[in-house]
Each structure stands twice: as C-alpha cells, then as structure tokens.
C-alpha cells in the first residue's frame, strides 16, 4: 500500500477547495489533509477543520482569527492568521502537494513559496501564470517541482501529452462553452445585470471566474497559462466554441492528428486527476454516456462582441508584464461589476483603457510585476469613481 499524500489546499473554502476536500473524502486511504486557508469564510473553515484535522490552519482575515483559534481550542489544529502567514505556511515541509487554489493575483506568493521547496502543485489558479509565468515555470524548473493543472482545460492538454514527450505539438484548441450570452450582441449585453451573469450553463463556479467565463476573459487568461505551461509560442494556441462542454481542450501534432479529452463538465474529475497523478482513481462521479443522441458543435468565438478575448490575445503576443495589467484591472473590473458598480460592457473598456495607461516593461523582474499589478489596480480603480 502506497502512503498517503499528504495536501495542503491553498483557498479550502472556494469551489476548487470544498470540490477537492470532496475527493478526498471519498479517498481516505489516498489523501491526508495537512493545511487549510481561507480568507474570510471563518466559518466554513472552522466546520473543514472540524472534519478533517489538518495539522494547521490559516484565516488570512485577521479579525477572524479568535473565533477561529476558540473553535478549534480543542483539538491539535494550529491556527495562524494574516498575509504572511501564508507564506509562512506554504514553505513548510509537512505536506506533499499544495492545490493552489486562491482566487486571482493573492494566489501567486504562497505558490512560489511552495515551488521553491519543491513541492508538487496541483495549479487552480490561473493569474499566477498570467502574471508571472516566466518566473513561475522557471522555478518549478529548477527547484524540479512538477506543475499539474487543475483547471479543466489545462488538464485535458496535460492528460493528452501524457507519452507524447518526444512529439513536437503543432497547437492546443481551448474550448469555450461561451457562456451564459453565447450568440448576445451588445445591445443586448449593456442591460446584463450581476445575477444574470452569474447563470452559467454548464459548470458550478465561484463568482470572479464565472463573471471571467461570460466575458470570455476566463479563456484569455487561459491562452496565456497554456502557453507557459506547455512552453508554447502565442501562435500555438487557438480558441474553439463548444457550447456542450464534454470536449474539455485538444492537441494537435505535427502529423495532423488531434488528441481530445471528453468528460462531463465535472471539477471533481480534474481535481483528482492532479491529485492522484500520474495514478487514475476510480470515483462514482456520472459518465457520458454515448448511447443518448448528443451533438456536439464549434464556432468561432465571436470577438467583436466579446472583446475581451482580442484584449488578452493582444497581451498574450506582446508579453512582458502585459498579461499582469490585463489580469489586475480585469479583477478590480469584475469585483466592481458584482457590486453594481459598472455595467457588463464597461469591463471591456476598464480593461484595455489600464492597458493603454499602465507602462510597458519587457522582461520584468518579481518586484516589477507586483509594482505593475499595483499600477494598474490603482488606475483601474480611478475609472469607477469617474
């Protein structure tokens, strides 16, 4: 019998972490959980704790800290408390893989923290590869810290280069449901409001990367992690519709074929792919089933509607710190949008006005990527008071 895993989960309280504190619930024999964070959902993560006896908690909210310290005052759970303490937390060496899984840009100083000790990362967070996927995939590189995605898309690429090592990839397809306004025009898009995009059709995501997958942000920031992951050229990466969402991405080669990898849209099934890698765990989640009559379609994304896209492939190809100040104002623009600040369209225009304004540095070093996320939240931020 092979020893436990041992996991610590980066953001336990979000969609990614309850999904995997789910698997591995179903895997005792497989996965112990070592450390649990969340920022402010004290109690979830107090009712996590409770269940799972990690060895240590953070609550990075630090008003929350006491309650969380009194609640757990029974048992050997270590509790810390604030930013640091993530860092903290993530260089220590009582776990065998972190699932990075904090929403955005707070994500990527725990996970470099992890990387340079070595540990494996199961990676739910995109914006650490937006931002600084350069000095991210570097590290891993040299620390040998292996890098498994866990976002759907991203896994499926992995899953289908699994034995294909020595074969050059002529271009991975990332597929897109579309969204909740596939087939929408502007006039429509100017009256969405906050409830209506959160409507996803076909998969149960938090609130930031559901907003990101109505404006076809999510799949832009999608490009630029799929080149740093599988060390591609901009050129290499196409965008498909696939409105049904069993198609979770492709690989082309160089002889033409093209590998896919189908499911039901299910995190649970990357999450312990990442988890159980390089072994497949058996699981009672539903299968596709080939006998109902389904028909499964691709388009071309539409991007004069969904700008976003053209603004994220702009960032992709020119590199540097561009992607960082595409990724930073596209949060302060999404945060706004789900307070009923701005409206769906004026996302778009936050965005690449911060884009326009933010300077441009072409091979940035850590400080200069915090400095240029700083810079562009500031200035993103200004448009809403406007």
């Known amino acids: 019998m092979t020893a436990q895993k041992r996991i610590a989960i980066f953001g336990s309280t979000g969609s990614i972490g309850t999904q995997a504190l789910e698997v ?11 450390i649990l964070t969340a920022h402010t959902n004290d109690e979830l993560l107090i ?3 409770l269940k799972f006896e990690p060895n240590m908690v953070v609550i990075v909210d630090e008003k929350k800290y006491q309650r969380v310290k009194d609640a757990l005052s029974k048992t050997h759970v270590k509790v810390f408390t604030g930013e640091d303490a993530l860092d903290e937390v993530a260089a220590m060496d009582c776990y065998d893989i972190m699932l990075a899984a904090i929403v955005g840009f707070a994500g990527l100083k725990p996970t470099l923290k992890a990387i340079e000790n070595g540990k494996t990362i199961g990676l739910a967070n995109k914006e650490t590869l937006v931002v600084a996927g350069d000095i991210v ?36 397809i990332l597929t897109a449901s579309g969204g909740p306004f596939l087939g929408k025009k502007p006039n429509f898009l100017v009256n969405v409001k906050r409830d209506h995009a959160l409507q996803h059709p076909n998969w149960s995501m938090g609130a930031k990367i559901t907003i990101d997958s109505a404006t076809l942000m ?22 498909v519709i696939h409105p049904q ?7 082309q080669f160089e002889d033409g074929s093209v590998k896919a990898q189908m499911g039901l849209p299910d995190m649970k099934l990357p999450i312990q792919y990442a988890l159980g890698f390089p072994e497949r765990l058996p699981n009672q989640f539903p299968r596709y089933d080939f006998k109902k009559p389904n028909t499964l379609t691709f388009e071309e994304p539409d991007t ?19 992607p960082c100040i595409l990724n930073a104002a596209n949060e302060i623009a999404v945060f706004a949008f789900l307070r009923n600040r701005i409206g769906f369209l004026d996302i778009t225009e936050m965005v690449e006005r911060t884009m326009n304004k933010i300077t441009f540095i072409e ?19 200004s448009l809403i008071q406007m």
Not at 245 to 251: D, K, L, N
Not at 304 to 322: D, Q, S
Request: some cysteine; glycine content about 4%; hydrophobic content about 40%.
């Open 245 to 251: 969402s069993i198609i979770h991405s492709m690989v």
């Open 304 to 322: 004069r509607t969904f700008r976003n896209l053209v603004l994220a492939t702009e960032a992709l190809y020119k590199g540097g710190n561009m």
């Open 363 to 381: 091979n940035p070093t850590l400080d200069e990527y915090f400095d240029s996320d700083g810079e562009a939240r500031n200035f993103a931020a």
């Open 24 to 34: 591995i619930a179903a895997n005792p024999d497989k996965f112990s959980v070592e």
């Open 218 to 239: 999510n799949k832009g920031l999608e490009m630029v992690e799929a080149k740093w992951l599988f060390n591609l050229k901009p050129e290499q990466v196409q965008v």
């Open 137 to 172: 995939m570097r590290k891993a590189s040299e620390n040998k810290a292996p890098v498994i995605p866990v976002d759907s898309e991203h896994s499926a690429i992995f899953q289908c280069l699994v034995g294909e090592s020595r074969n050059p990839i002529e271009k991975v």
């Open 47 to 49: 009712q996590q704790a």
